[in-house]
DNA sequence: ATGAAAGCGCTAACAG
DNA sequence: CTGTTAGCGCTTTCAT
């Protein structure tokens, strides 16, 4: 393996010319230049990272940190790995995936002190996030995926919910939908105060309140057996539902199986919308799911630039929202059912429809709160 | 930001003693062990990892490399990175993420000549792969998953086809099933040598000749709509087959879409295995799916924990075939009607079922070859 | 515009 | 069992 000091004296130069060259941090003549780049060609010299690393105190590498756990990573979050390690290895970078859970502050720590990341991205972000004072105390430069409650001198990309949700609510309220169930995470993540759990939630109230509309809300465990239960209980609530509108991407094929165990026909019946969803899962439903596609590697891709150019100095604070993508397929259409409050109701709902259980809900937190 | 020099003079001994305590690589007494920690414990040190890689020679950091295109990672490749990165940090050493395509040889050779990786783990690997001789050449240890066609010298571990598909068929067959279809990967798929289409083809003829049966088979395009359009072709073939065992994560669903739609009900009338599915999308179909569960993050870990063996000395050739684990759901049950060659076929016919076309295939080879 | 030389923080001979 | 010292391959002053 040819080092910098072969090259030098391959070209005549000194060391530090090959250096120089290589970095443009000083003038060259386009001479020597030419004689550098000519033995680098010919000795096929790569520098060694390590050295370049130590010497100038930047590694060229930055660190994607999030929690895995047991269930693996979903498309969404894939998604954000991909779009990371996309754009730092377009830039020149590597990208280095750490698995630091919001309880591995201690490693995290560890890991910052090595100097072996020269910033970081970090995933899965909690409104109360140890790792984000930890990474900043350890001066790592920091980007998240996600936002902390206080986001205050902190660098982010996030989806904008708000905007996502009001753009779902109002694909629904122009099919003619006016009962429309917000299906969310859990109570026990709402609590916890997982972001796009709280943020959906309170988009989706104050965009029904802008049509007018009551806002109808439901948790469901993150799981198909979850999803089934909300259905039902919403269903038990609202019996004249026409649409759902499902943040839960664990959930959603329950939600459809349990409609289809109804005899409850998408979308004649009952429209669905998913949220933050991949089109790749939206494709495998039948029908195909009208979703608000996330813009997963976007966002990975603009958190890591965003980084970079923290880095390379511009040392502005980054602070940006993209919405979901509506894409329209085909499990919403015109609503099938009268709006709600009106007594005709029964001529138009289906067969099979009559035969709802109109049991109460178990496990799940009233509606709204 | 405390170096080892620091820790040396705060605990009166020289930097190489320091060092030696934390490599271990020669004794030492208790007693300074001891002043050592403690004074390692007093100011916070961590190594600094490019000084130390670049005085070792050995980074610390393995790459993990795939290709990264549109499509993104299915389930079962994420559950790759994810095993990877957590066997990874387990061991103390960081996994880089590269996207390196089978095209990318010449990023590949720059990367490894780098001398940033102490190792790599190569990820959908092709029959024919020019990055696995990049890697050799450039001498960086190298462990694959999934295999090439020539595998003397080479350390992989991978799916055993052969086993996977013989328990499923076995299943099938367990049940009553004779007239079982394999939809496989699409036929262009199959003529570039990827191997699991490859194999695993090799595999259903043979377990169902192990059975005394005619192994029936049909490629598809990786979509739902290559999976409906598959699955109308079988049909079209094959009216009275009973079972189907899919290979395409794909078009799984397309295909039970496409029963769905031909009134087949899952399992009374047709029963659905799907092969090296990851658990969490057997789930998301209704009823959940029978599944050879591919043991995705197992790979990772044990990619991961052999290549480490290497580059600890022990540099034994590792190759290792791991079976997907039967998970029986819901998707399969005991064959609805008689063996396949008997005439009283008619009799159990659910009445959609007559609703077959009986048009020929299209796009779509002639099957077993 | 170029060179010489002093580190970057650590490992690993080489010497006791 | 411990200390001294020469690098690892590069960046970056300080000179010229």
Redesign the pocket.
């Known amino acids: 393996?040819?080092?910098?000091?072969?090259?030098?004296r391959l070209a005549?130069?000194?060391?530090?010319?090959?250096?120089?060259v290589?970095?443009g941090?000083?003038?060259?003549?386009q001479?020597?230049?030419d004689k550098v780049l000519a033995a680098m060609a010919e000795l096929d010299?790569?520098?060694?990272a390590?050295?370049?690393g130590?010497?100038?105190?930047?590694s060229r590498i930055v660190g994607l940190l999030m929690p895995m756990d047991e269930r693996g990573l979903g498309a969404t979050e894939t998604a954000f790995v991909t779009g990371a390690a996309a754009a730092a290895s377009a830039a020149g970078y590597h990208l280095v995936l750490s698995p630091v859970g919001v309880g591995d502050v201690d490693d995290l720590r560890r890991l910052a002190s090595q100097?072996m990341l020269d910033g970081a991205v970090l995933m899965e972000v909690q409104v109360s996030d140890a790792r984000v004072g930890a990474l900043q105390e350890a001066g790592v430069p920091l980007v998240l995926i996600g936002r902390t409650g206080d986001t205050s001198d902190l660098s982010y990309v996030d989806i904008d919910f708000d905007q996502t949700v009001r753009e779902a609510v109002a694909h629904l309220v122009g099919l003619g939908h006016r009962r429309i169930v917000y299906v969310n995470h859990s109570a026990a993540t709402i609590e916890a105060g997982y972001g796009p759990a709280v943020r959906t939630r309170e988009a989706f109230v104050a965009a029904m309140a802008g049509h007018g509309l009551e806002p109808l809300m439901i948790p469901a465990e993150d799981s198909a057996a979850g999803g089934r239960a909300a259905l039902a209980a919403a269903l038990a609530r609202t019996p004249d539902l026409t649409a759902v509108l499902v943040m839960n991407e664990s959930a959603i094929f329950g939600i459809l199986g349990e409609l289809t165990t109804r005899g409850l026909r998408v979308p004649d019946d009952v429209s669905v919308v998913s949220m933050v969803t991949s089109p790749q899962v939206a494709e495998l439903a039948t029908p195909a799911l009208t979703a608000m596609t996330s813009p997963g590697s976007a966002l990975g891709r603009m958190a890591v630039e965003a980084l970079l150019r923290h880095l390379e100095g511009a040392g502005e604070q980054h602070q940006q929202l993209l919405p979901c993508a509506l894409e329209i397929r085909g499990s919403t259409g015109p609503a099938s059912t009268a709006p709600a409050g009106t007594d005709d109701l029964t001529d138009h709902i289906p067969a099979a429809r009559t035969g709802r259980h109109r049991i109460d809900p178990t496990g799940s937190g009233p509606p709204g709160t």
Do not use: E, G, K
């Open positions: 393996m040819a080092t910098m000091h072969d090259v030098a005549r130069v000194s060391v530090s010319t090959v250096s120089y290589l970095t941090t000083r003038p060259i003549s001479a020597t230049r010299y790569q520098p060694n390590m050295a370049r130590l010497a100038s105190r930047r100097r």
